[in-house]
Nanobody
């Protein structure tokens, strides 16, 4: 069973930075795509950033472009989301996701709160 464990969330002031980590229990190359999603109460989960292990390509939501960077360490089977210039509207639970074939895996989520 694939497991994803997020860490790195917390409280940060507007304009600050955080780095989220997602430790995956198997090699990242077994997945077609890995990504970070976020969700606020009453809203659907939305994609923030994705990375494609076989090509190394990345994609970002409009809200994340220029502020967030997704990366991966294939030796540690870990995916990161470096978030900078954080805004109050970035407050959400952030989830790590891994997809392969018809399988879809999620972490338990980590809370990010941007506030004074």
């Amino acid at each position: 069973q694939v497991q994803l464990v997020e860490s790195g969330g917390g409280l940060v002031q507007p304009g600050g930075s955080l780095r989220l980590s997602c430790a995956v229990s198997t090699t990242l190359f077994s997945f077609n795509a890995l990504g970070w999603f976020r969700q606020t109460p009453g809203n659907e989960r939305e994609l923030v950033a994705g990375i494609f292990p076989k090509s190394g390509n990345t994609q970002y939501s409009e809200a994340a472009k220029g502020r967030f960077t997704i990366s991966s360490d294939y030796t540690r089977n870990t995916v990161y989301l470096q978030m900078s210039l954080l805004k109050p509207e970035d407050t959400a639970v952030y989830y790590c996701n891994a997809q392969r074939h018809s399988e879809d895996y999620w972490g338990q989520g980590t809370q990010v709160t941007v506030s004074l």
